[in-house]
């Protein structure tokens, strides 16, 4: 098959288009020909000083296809069916290979472009606002990087939640079109302080629950915009700034609670992630959440989408088509 790999890590240019064997589909696994890739956030991030966990390394989280083949265990899905993909590696390729608990089904009337884009977006934004942010109606949600992949389907779920919702993006352009996905309150972090901004819009009281995104400096600001036994979630590095030790000290008196997150350790360890993710599907194909699609790339031109992803011009996902 084509891939676009690389044989070590670095800026968008390391990518190379090349023949690379053929995924082999094991007990439990599922053989899909890809049909569309969603560019994650960390993909970006492993590209750049991620694991090789071979050479040459293909990089990716999230893709969808048609089965062509499936595994002694996974038989519940068969040949020709539409299904959306997770996994540690491998996305940014013609055929993938994934676990049949890190696939679901695409429903009628979802094309197989938008559910590429449903399962790490939607799964992580539930959880840190839910299972792990305690998000209820009414309360605060300050969602960073609005205008990402996670903050797009973040920002959906805490408005029909019923909260109110404030989001940093780059950009006031950006942050205009976030509107008609359910934001309340934008706040262009470049020219504004957000944490001035948060703590004047909540009469002083701060954000009930924080998705946090970006890591390092943005993540310390994110405590000191925190509600009286609000919780922080941090789940990513998009800021790629050095880890820097945090400081804590304001959390205490305030009982708060700061919380990382990873969706793989929920799809890897419980069950409990799966459906939750298959109801976002369904629901997107209902018409009661969307996707955004920016920018489609061929896979020949990886390293263009990733280039263009990280000029920080991309709103919501770029796709690669093979
Ligand atoms: N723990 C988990 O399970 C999990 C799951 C999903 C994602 N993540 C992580 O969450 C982060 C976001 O993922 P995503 O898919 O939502 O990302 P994305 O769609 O690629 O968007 C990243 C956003 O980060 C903002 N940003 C801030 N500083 C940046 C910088 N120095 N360079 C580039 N972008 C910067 C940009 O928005 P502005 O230009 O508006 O600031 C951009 O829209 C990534 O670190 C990813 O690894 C973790």
Not at 51 to 66: D, F, T
Not at 218 to 236: D, E, I, M, P, W
């Amino acid at each position: 098959m084509k891939a676009a790999v690389y044989y070590e890590t670095g800026g968008p240019d390391v990518f190379r288009y090349e023949d690379v064997p053929d995924p082999v589909c094991g007990p439990g696994e599922v053989l899909i020909r890809v049909e569309a890739v969603s560019v994650e956030g960390g993909d970006t991030l492993n590209r750049l000083g991620g694991e090789l966990s071979r050479v040459p390394h293909i990089v990716g989280y999230q893709c969808a296809g048609a089965v062509l083949e499936v595994g002694a265990g996974a038989d519940d899905l068969a040949e020709g069916d539409r299904v959306v993909t997770v996994g540690v590696d491998g996305s940014h390729a013609e055929l993938r290979v994934a676990g049949r608990s890190f696939c679901w089904k695409v429903p009628d009337g979802l094309s197989t472009e938008e559910a590429a884009c449903v399962p790490v977006p939607f799964g992580t934004a539930d959880d840190c606002l839910f299972e792990f942010g305690r998000l209820q109606a009414g309360e605060t949600a300050l969602i960073h990087a609005g205008a990402s992949g996670v903050g797009i389907a973040a920002i959906q779920l805490a408005k029909r939640a019923g909260a109110r919702v404030v989001a940093t993006a780059s950009s006031s352009q950006r942050l205009g079109r976030l509107s008609a996905l359910g934001l309340d309150h934008g706040i262009d972090y470049t020219s504004t302080d957000f944490v001035e901004e948060v703590r004047q819009w909540t009469d002083g009281r701060g954000a009930d629950v924080i998705v946090d995104s970006v890591g390092g400096t943005n993540l310390q600001k994110s405590l000191h915009c925190l509600a009286y036994r609000g919780r922080c979630v941090t789940f990513g590095d998009a800021g790629r700034e050095t880890p820097s030790t945090l400081d804590i000290s304001t959390m205490r008196a305030n009982n708060q609670t700061l919380v990382g997150y990873f969706l793989g350790a929920e799809l890897f360890l419980g069950t409990r992630a799966h459906p939750m993710i298959a109801g976002h599907l369904a629901d997107m194909a209902a018409g009661a959440l969307q996707v955004v699609i920016d920018r489609r790339f061929p896979l020949e031109q990886t390293g263009e989408a990733h280039a263009y992803i990280e000029s920080r011009q991309a709103f919501g996902r770029v796709l690669l088509v093979p």
